[in-house]
Every structure is written in C-alpha cells, then in structure tokens.
C-alpha cells in the first residue's frame, strides 16, 4: 500500500479521533447565567429565605462557646456542651432528612423549629442560672438534634425545580457561594455580639435567624420537594448502600479533612512565625479564592459528565496542597493557599451535582444531609488529629501533609469509580430527557 492510500484510508478514522478527543477530553462549555437559575419561579424566594438560616447555622456553635464559658469560666465546660452540640446535629440531621423525604420539608420542619426555639431557650435560661454541666449537655444535644440542615433542604428545592436542566450547575454554585459566606461572617458575628453585646446574644441572635428564616422556608411550600410515594424506599437505608454514594461520601469527607486541617496548620504556621494576627487572614485568602473560582465554574456547563471532572478536580486540589509545605513565611503561605482555594468550591459543586444525579429521588434530602455530615466528621476528626501532630516533631510541615494524603486517596477511589458514577449519571440525564419530552407532548 503506497503512502498516499494510507492516509486516504486513515486520514477519516484520525479526524473522528480528534473530534472525540474535543468532545471528551477537552471538555466543550457554554456559559450558563445564573439570573436564568434564580428566575426559575419560586427559586429566589427560598434561596433568600435559607440565607439568614444559614448564617444562624454558622454561628451557633462559636456562640454556645461564648456562652457557657463566659457564664462558668471553663473552656474544657464550653467544649463540653458545643461538642454534644455537633455530635446531634452530625447524628441526628440525616434522621430528621429521612421524615421530611417521606412527609415534605413544611410538616417536618415546622415542629422542628418551634423544638429548636425551645432548646435554645432551655440552654440559655441553664447557663445563665449556673447549672451544672450535665443538663447543659443534655440541652446542647436537643438543640443540635433540632436543628435543620438548610444546605440539605435547599439543594433538594433546586434539585426538585431543576433536575435534568442546565441551570442546575449555576444553582449549586449558589449553594456553595451562600454556605461558605454564612461560615465566614457567622463565626465573627457571633464572637462580636457574645463580647460586645451580652454573652448570650450570640445564642440567642443564631437561634432566632434559625427560627425565624426557617420559618419563613417553610412557608414556601409550593417549591418543597413532594414526599416520596414509595413510602418503604424512603423509611429505609436501601438506596442509601451504594457503592457510588460511599464514594460520594468519601469525597466530603476529604474535603472536611482539608478544612479541618488547613484551619489547625495555618494558625499553627502563623504563631510560629510570630504573626498569628495573620491566620484569620491567610485563611480568608484560600475562602475568597474558592468563592472566586465557584462563582467562575458556576457560570459554565461542561459537556463531560460530573464524574469525569470531580477526579480531575480533586488530583488539582491534592498536588495544590502540597505547595503549604513549601512555604517559609506568611506571605509565601497566603500565596500557595490560593491555587489550593481555588478547588475547593469546583470539588463541592461538582459533588453535590453527582449527589444529585446518582441518588434516588425519594432519598434525596438524606444524601445531601449526609454528605454534610460527613464534613462535619472530617473536620472534627482532623483538628484534633492535626493538633497533636503540629506540637509533635514534624510541626506544621505535618499538619499540612494530612489534606494532601486525604485528597490524594479520594482522587485515586474517585478514578477507580469514575465509570460507574458516569454510567448512573448518563441513565439519569436519559430519563429526564425522556420525562420532558412526555411532559411537552
């Protein structure tokens, strides 16, 4: 066969590789407005009611601190009483899920708030009168069992009004954006009221965004997601036991992992250098990096599955946690914290849209709530892990391993997995199609 028949035989088989490598590989996106995303009608309303919710959130735990320790004097008491609230909230959140996936957000959610109201009360009214730690226990472990997982609740709203479309990326950017904001303005608000207003103010003004917002989401009824009809699917863990949703779970895990132990080292790195000032700033550098970048990956829709981009994201975020390690001083670690940064808010859209694609609807508010918890876990795990290896021999050079080794082992399951989440998705994104197209005919 002479050179020219060669590549007249090859010359189409070689083109319609390189389309497929465009196709693939270099992944073809189109921007998606997020004006379009909040214009879904009734979209807005529970997205700007779940805000002050989430900020109640974000500063309970700091201002229960802020409460008990003022009012007994003892950290080891205020840790006590934050600690079991943490516990009930990562323990019982996914139960609570599990009603509102069988009867609606709005029945559940409602009784849930007025025990939440009740709790808080109890909490303040026992610290305030100097009870023992026991009952303030007791009372910071009903006021996490009752406190709702809006994150959880709101994505499932979206989800429910979106599921199938392209503006559903956008949606989850939001999601992440407005969680990330509430956990870096609550702590601080919480710390200013408890110090500048009274040490109960923090408790009580958390609480009363919780009750206050949630009470104002639930009143939105027409965009809560309908319970499940399959009432066995949704009373029991089935859909729950899968391979790919552990995978899911892992990879929250990973992530809380990461922030606990950013959030150790880097304070840790900052005291040693003697500018620990600077922690809470170095740490805001990563924050606005990832809400930069999640506001940049939000606005478009790739055209390869989620499953082909959340190991490629997570392998980018375990190499940039690696370049901590390289740094001597403050300023050399707020510059290797913002590549870091940058992946983080990709990662968790990424798998909150595969959460979204691979579960069972009639489940669907469990697996976000789990997911949450799963970072939740992470966190509390890593902190106290990397805690005692930042103050041991290796210092924070240690500390700032423990985020690469996680993400390096989530990306490497999440490669291992790939096909199949790929396959769950792609039958997803076909029965939606499908839905529609019986919908418009």
């Known amino acids: 066969m002479t050179p020219r028949h060669w590549f007249r035989r090859t010359a189409p088989d070689f ?11 270099l992944a073809r996106t189109e921007t998606v407005s997020y004006r379009s995303a909040l214009q879904t009608p009734g979209a807005t309303a529970f997205f700007l009611a779940a805000a002050p919710a989430r900020l109640g959130v974000a500063m309970a735990g700091l201002g229960i601190v802020w409460l008990v320790h003022a009012e007994t004097g003892s950290f ?5 009483v934050s600690g079991s609230f943490a516990v009930a909230e990562t323990l ?31 909490l303040v009214a026992l610290t305030l009168t100097g009870a023992p730690p026991v009952p303030l226990m007791a009372a910071g472990l009903a006021a996490g069992a009752t406190i709702p997982q809006f994150g959880a609740l709101s994505a499932a709203r979206w989800s429910a009004l979106l599921h199938g479309r392209a503006e559903l990326t956008p949606a989850f950017a939001l999601e992440t954006i407005s969680n990330e904001v509430a956990f870096l303005l609550g702590p601080t608000l919480a710390v200013l009221t408890a110090t500048q207003v009274h040490p109960a103010a923090g408790t009580v003004l958390a609480g009363a965004l919780v009750v206050g917002a949630g009470l104002a989401f639930a009143a939105l009824r027409r965009t809560a997601p309908a319970p499940a009809r399959d009432r066995t699917t949704a009373r029991g863990p089935g859909p729950l036991l899968t391979r790919n949703f552990a995978t899911l779970l892992a990879v929250n895990l990973a992530l809380g992992v990461f922030f606990g132990s950013m959030q150790v080292s880097v304070s840790a790195f900052a005291g040693v250098h003697h500018a620990a000032a600077a922690a809470g700033f170095l740490y805001g550098l990563m924050s606005a990096a990832s809400l930069l970048a999640g506001l940049a990956y939000g606005r478009h829709r790739r055209h390869t599955a989620p499953a082909a981009q959340l190991p490629l994201i997570l392998t980018f975020l375990a190499c940039a946690s690696l370049l901590p390690l390289l740094a001597n001083s403050p300023w050399q670690l707020g ?8 992946g ?11 959460v979204e694609s691979v579960m069972d609807r009639s489940v669907l508010t469990q697996a976000f709530t789990w997911t949450n918890s799963a970072s939740a876990a992470g966190i509390a795990i890593s902190a106290a892990t990397v805690g ?28 291992a997995n790939r096909h199949a989440l790929t396959a769950v998705t792609t039958a997803s994104r076909q029965t939606s199609s499908t839905g529609s197209d019986q919908l418009r005919r």
């Not at 983080?344 to 595969?354: E, F, R």
């Not at 700032?400 to 490669?415: D, E, G, H, N, R």
């Open 15 to 25: 083109r319609r590789s390189v389309r497929g490598f465009r196709h693939t590989v």
């Open 76 to 80: 080891g008491a205020a840790g006590l």
């Open 92 to 122: 019982v959140g996914p139960q609570t899920a599990r009603l509102m996936d069988r009867f609606g957000q709005p029945r559940v959610l409602v009784p849930l708030l007025c025990a939440h109201a009740g709790a808080i009360a109890a």
């Open 335 to 342: 510059l290797a914290l913002l590549l870091p940064g940058a």
């Open 344 to 354: 983080v808010a990709p990662c968790i859209i990424a798998s909150s849209t595969l």
């Open 388 to 415: 005692r290896l930042v103050d041991g021999p290796g210092g924070t050079r240690a500390g700032f391993t423990v985020p690469f080794l996680a993400l390096a082992a989530t990306a490497a399951l999440t490669w």
